[in-house]
């Protein structure tokens, strides 16, 4: 993976990963502080009914000692024919506005009901216990009616005309227009539940009793109650359970819905999910421009330091800026600059240098033959000064001296110009291994003669170099040559071939004496040789012919251990 490729990334997921962190704290923020304003809505709406039943209580009891004090009232207290006071019971429930009111004789037979007329001498049937008879407090209790029972705050009151005594039993029901009383906030609304199908809200009957049966029987009775398949249909419920002598008569439910919070947080969600998709796009664009302005000025000096490793060290970078980035170019660029002038310091060195050697070596050479040339001319003039009678037969032997020896300066000579005129190689597709196959035809009686094993390790499939045969051919002759030389009393050669990516490796391993590190050093430098008759010409030769076929060549050596040659040579390219 590129560095331009890890800056768009990092660029990308670093936005992307502050708006999903950013979304996620809103978004919990926003649902506790829902949970937070909506339980302490539900507890307002708690504490008001409350306080409303509390109000409406008392206002019951108002309302039942005004029937107790009314007219109707004594004269059905002072009646002896009680069915004169059937209707009594209606007319005090509309005049004092109550819901239900009965007319009880002591023995708690009706005398007149205003919601159950029929009921008339029948015995009262509220869920009253004894000590509400006598009770000066309104009360929950639970009233029969034809359509069934009703819970309902009820108050009872007591009238005394002379050894005959009344009771007065009124209440007022708890239905969808007291819990519209209340005055919830939006998104708010009160539900009573008395049994499973006895369930309203302010605006009547409600379905779902049994899930608000389930709830009611919890401790502590609170929940969540998803009402359709959608969550946004969810209410977060709270209950106030309604007991009267530890019998529960009914449960208000404040019921909060998530609608809004639900909505808010898809809102929510959905505008993380565009924001977080913008900022990626964002991060991109800034990652490419970023990139853009680190990466380049980056891929520049590497094309650069590319183009130093393969020997063009002209190379300068553009200057564009004055941060990190244009100081490293400067710093490039001075480097560069440092390194031409080092290498022309070098190659004038190396130049001075290696004529000194060619100089001395050459001068060796010639100084050979020349010794010998000199003795003979001065023995010739000696003699002919001399006039010896011998002067003939020492010409003669003269000469013949002085031939050889011009023969020698001349191979001497020869040599030195074979190296100077090196012929190009003409490039032609090779078959490496057939080459090295070659080798060992040539050279395989010259191996059983010096009792030397040959072991040859070739690369299938055959590979291909772009190489001049006849010159390939020479490198490896000259390296076996070699190799034969530095075991004189036998041992093992190994020829190896192998193909890599971009090139094909020949490796020659010699078990022989092996070289010093300095040997190692001056192998390939003209005239050296550690052989007592070479010339020091043959692997300045191969050298050369490796370079020209743009290749390198490489030795290892170690004393008692052995050499190895290793040549690559590129790989001919596909058409």
């Given at each position: 993976m590129?560095?331009?490729?890890?800056?768009?990334?990092?660029?990308?997921?670093?936005?992307?990963?502050?708006?999903?962190?950013?979304?996620?704290?809103?978004?919990i923020w926003t649902r506790w502080t829902f949970e937070?304003?909506?339980?302490?809505?539900?507890?307002?709406?708690?504490?008001?009914?409350?306080?409303?039943?509390?109000?409406?209580?008392?206002?019951?009891?108002?309302?039942?000692?005004?029937?107790?004090?009314?007219?109707?009232?004594?004269?059905?207290?002072?009646?002896?024919?009680?069915?004169?006071?059937?209707?009594?019971?209606?007319?005090?429930?509309?005049?004092?506005?109550?819901?239900?009111?009965?007319?009880?004789?002591?023995?708690?037979?009706?005398?007149?009901?205003?919601?159950?007329?029929?009921?008339?001498?029948?015995?009262?049937?509220?869920?009253?216990?004894?000590?509400?008879?006598?009770?000066?407090?309104?009360?929950?209790?639970?009233?029969?009616?034809?359509?069934?029972?009703?819970?309902?705050?009820?108050?009872?009151?007591?009238?005394?005309?002379?050894?005959?005594?009344?009771?007065?039993?009124?209440?007022?029901r708890l239905d969808p227009a007291f819990l519209a009383s209340l005055g919830t906030v939006p998104g708010m609304r009160a539900m009573l539940w008395f049994s499973p199908t006895e369930v309203f809200d302010s605006r009547g009957p409600v379905d779902g009793g049994m899930q608000l049966a389930a709830l009611a029987a919890k401790s502590p009775s609170n929940g969540i109650i998803q009402w359709g398949a959608a969550r946004d249909t969810s209410e977060v419920v709270e209950a106030l359970p309604l007991v009267r002598r530890d019998q529960l008569l009914g449960v208000l439910f404040a019921a909060t819905s998530l609608r809004a919070q639900v909505r808010l947080q898809r809102s929510i969600l959905y505008t993380g999910l565009i924001v977080g998709f913008t900022g990626i796009l964002l991060g991109v664009l800034i990652g490419w421009w970023t990139t853009e302005r680190v990466t380049r000025p980056v891929e520049q000096i590497a094309a650069g330091a590319a183009a130093v490793a393969n020997g063009?060290?002209?190379?300068?970078?553009?200057?564009?800026?004055d941060d990190d980035i244009g100081q490293m170019a400067r710093s490039f660029n001075r480097m560069t600059e440092q390194l031409v002038?080092?290498?022309?310091?070098?190659?004038?060195?190396?130049?001075?240098?290696?004529?000194?050697?060619?100089a001395r070596r050459l001068a060796h050479e010639l100084k050979n033959p020349l010794f010998p040339?000199?003795?003979?001319?001065?023995?010739?003039?000696?003699?002919?000064?001399?006039?010896?009678?011998?002067?003939?037969?020492?010409?003669?032997?003269?000469?013949?001296?002085?031939?050889?020896?011009?023969?020698?300066?001349?191979?001497?000579?020869?040599?030195?110009?074979?190296?100077?005129?090196?012929?190009?190689?003409?490039?032609?597709?090779?078959?490496?291994?057939?080459?090295?196959?070659?080798?060992?035809?040539?050279?395989?009686?010259?191996?059983?003669?010096?009792?030397?094993?040959?072991?040859?390790?070739?690369?299938?499939?055959?590979?291909?170099?772009?190489?001049?045969?006849?010159l390939i051919s020479r490198v490896l002759q000259n390296l076996v040559l070699n190799a034969l030389d530095a075991m004189p009393g036998g041992g093992t050669l190994r020829i190896q071939t192998a193909k890599f990516d971009d090139f094909g490796r020949i490796v020659l391993a010699d078990s022989g004496q092996g070289l010093t590190e300095e040997e190692v050093g001056r192998l390939f430098t003209p005239y050296?040789?550690?052989?007592?008759?070479?010339?020091?010409?043959?692997?300045?030769?191969?050298?050369?012919?490796?370079?020209?076929?743009?290749?390198?060549?490489?030795v290892s050596s170690e004393p008692g251990q052995g050499t190895t040659f290793t040549i690559d040579l590129p790989l001919l390219r596909e058409a």
């Open positions: 590129t560095f331009r490729t890890k800056l768009l990334l990092i660029s990308a997921f670093t936005i992307s990963g502050a708006v999903a962190l950013a979304t996620g704290a809103v978004s937070r304003l909506d339980n302490e809505r539900r507890q307002a709406v708690l504490q008001q009914f409350q306080r409303d039943l509390a109000a409406r209580g008392a206002d019951v009891v108002h309302r039942v000692e005004r029937a107790s004090q009314s007219d109707a009232a004594m004269r059905t207290a002072i009646e002896h024919d009680l069915s004169l006071s059937f209707n009594e019971a209606q007319a005090l429930a509309e005049t004092q506005g109550l819901d239900f009111l009965d007319l009880l004789r002591p023995d708690h037979a009706i005398v007149s009901s205003a919601h159950w007329p029929a009921r008339f001498g029948y015995q009262n049937d509220w869920l009253i216990a004894p000590e509400d008879w006598s009770a000066t407090e309104s009360f929950l209790t639970r009233i029969p009616t034809p359509e069934g029972k009703a819970v309902a705050i009820a108050a009872v009151r007591s009238i005394a005309v002379g050894d005959r005594k009344l009771y007065v039993l009124g209440a007022r063009d060290w002209s190379v300068r970078l553009p200057v564009a800026t002038e080092q290498r022309d310091r070098a190659l004038q060195a190396e130049r001075v240098a290696a004529w000194r050697e060619l040339l000199q003795i003979t001319v001065e023995n010739m003039r000696k003699a002919r000064e001399q006039n010896s009678p011998e002067f003939d037969e020492i010409f003669a032997e003269s000469t013949s001296t002085l031939l050889a020896e011009l023969a020698n300066l001349r191979k001497i000579v020869g040599r030195f110009s074979d190296f100077a005129k090196m012929p190009a190689p003409e490039l032609e597709p090779l078959v490496v291994n057939d080459v090295v196959r070659d080798i060992r035809k040539l050279f395989e009686a010259q191996f059983q003669a010096s009792r030397v094993t040959a072991e040859f390790d070739l690369a299938q499939p055959d590979f291909t170099v772009p190489a001049d045969r006849g050296y040789t550690t052989k007592r008759l070479g010339t020091g010409l043959g692997l300045a030769i191969v050298q050369s012919v490796v370079s020209d076929h743009h290749g390198k060549i490489a």
